[in-house]
Nanobody
Framework: QVHTVESGGGLVQAGGSLRLSCAAS????????MGWFRQAPGKEREFVASMNWSGGTIYYANSVKGRFTISRDNAKDLVYLQMNSLKPDDTAVYYC??????????????????WGQGTQVTVSS
C-alpha cells in the first residue's frame, strides 16, 4: 500500500506559480506510477499529469500542457507538480495518487488505488 500526503497549495494570482509536493510512503516507490488529479467544486475529478518510476513515460492533460511539469525524486519518495501561468480555471483541490505500473490507465482516475487528502489551489483573477 502507498500513502501519499500533498502540500504546497495556496492562493495565487492569475499568471503566478505554485509547486505542489507529494510525500509517498508504504510500499516501495519503485514500479508505481504517480499522478496528479484535481477536482473543482461541482465537477468530477480529472487527470492532470502522471509519471512512471523511470520518468520515461509522462502524460499531461491538454489543459495544462506547457504550463505544468511533473517530476519525482525517487531517492526521497517525493513527487512534484510545478504549476506556472496559473489561471482561475486551475482552481481546485489537487490530489496525488499512486498505482502499480501495469503500463495502462495512466490518465484514468479509476486506475489509481492510493490517494492523498488533497491540497487546495485557488487562483484569483
Amino acid at each position: 500500500q502507498v500513502h501519499t500526503v500533498e502540500s504546497g497549495g495556496g492562493l495565487v494570482q492569475a499568471g503566478g506559480s505554485l509547486r505542489l509536493s507529494c510525500a509517498a510512503s508504504g510500499r516501495t516507490f519503485r514500479n508505481y506510477v504517480m499522478g496528479w488529479f484535481r477536482q473543482a467544486p461541482g465537477k468530477e475529478r480529472e487527470f492532470v499529469a502522471s509519471m512512471n518510476w523511470s520518468g520515461g513515460t509522462i502524460y499531461y492533460a491538454n489543459s495544462v500542457k506547457g504550463r505544468f511539469t511533473i517530476s519525482r525524486d525517487n531517492a526521497k519518495d517525493l513527487v512534484y507538480l510545478q504549476m506556472n501561468s496559473l489561471k482561475p480555471d486551475d482552481t481546485a483541490v489537487y490530489y496525488c495518487a499512486g498505482k502499480y505500473d501495469d503500463r495502462k490507465g495512466y490518465d484514468k482516475v479509476d486506475e489509481y488505488g492510493y490517494w492523498g487528502q488533497g491540497t487546495q489551489v485557488t487562483v484569483s483573477s
